[in-house]
């Protein structure tokens, strides 16, 4: 298995197990649900994910960029979860960002060649994420990080393991 292989693979498995969890939230109060007052809640988790891969894409892949303005605001580094489902995107819009966004950070790997992965990040780069690589590597742990804090909203509505 090449290591493109191997990113893709693990993309795929990350993202398919926040899919999963993200299902099991049905209802506004489900998706604003926060274990303790400082916990993200699942719709900022999913807002935040997909928000970073369009991060990740803007750093490697200018030109697939869209604009995240507006979803900085809500998801961003530094922002806090507000229990207010009307200040948010619907979740339906919010897992169409988080398909897209994927679906442009997997078209960006797909242009790239072996090679490619040890490349240096562009200028400005965070210095914890020094070649292409690391960056799909942190894609990849970003997404468990934050599907686990969603993990603790789904088991706080008293909802069995999704992995059981």
Same mark, same amino acid.
């Given at each position: 298995?090449?290591?493109?292989?191997?990113?893709?693979?693990?993309?795929?498995?990350?993202?398919?197990?926040?899919?999963?969890?993200?299902d099991?939230?049905?209802?506004d109060?489900?998706?604003?649900?926060?274990?303790?007052?400082?916990?993200?809640?699942?719709?900022?988790?999913?807002g935040?994910?997909a +928000?970073?891969?369009?991060?990740?894409? !803007?750093?490697l892949?200018? =030109? &697939?960029?869209?604009?995240?303005t507006?979803a900085?605001? #809500?998801?961003?580094s530094?922002?806090?979860?507000?229990?207010?489902?009307?200040?948010?995107?619907?979740?339906?819009?919010?897992?169409?960002?988080?398909?897209?966004?994927?679906?442009?950070? +997997?078209?960006?790997?797909d242009?790239? !060649?072996?090679?490619?992965? =040890? &490349?240096?990040?562009?200028?400005?780069t965070?210095?914890? #994420?020094?070649t292409?690589?690391?960056?799909?590597?942190l894609?990849?742990?970003?997404?468990?990080?934050?599907?686990?804090?969603?993990t603790i909203?789904?088991?706080?509505?008293?909802?069995p393991?999704?992995?059981?």
């Amino acid at each position: 298995m090449t290591r493109k292989e191997f990113i893709k693979e693990a993309l795929d498995f990350s993202r398919g197990f926040t899919n999963q969890l993200l299902d099991k939230f049905e209802s506004d109060s489900d998706w604003m649900y926060q274990a303790h007052p400082e916990a993200n809640h699942a719709m900022w988790c999913a807002g935040h994910l997909a +928000l970073t891969d369009d991060w990740f894409v !803007s750093t490697l892949a200018p =030109d &697939k960029a869209i604009d995240t303005t507006e979803a900085q605001k #809500l998801f961003g580094s530094g922002t806090k979860p507000v229990n207010d489902a009307a200040i948010y995107p619907s979740p339906k819009e919010v897992r169409k960002r988080l398909d897209e966004g994927r679906a442009r950070l +997997l078209s960006v790997l797909d242009g790239l !060649s072996e090679a490619d992965l =040890d &490349k240096p990040t562009p200028e400005g780069t965070p210095e914890f #994420l020094p070649t292409v690589e690391s960056v799909f590597k942190l894609a990849t742990f970003h997404e468990g990080l934050h599907a686990g804090q969603a993990t603790i909203a789904h088991r706080g509505l008293g909802r069995p393991p999704i992995m059981g």
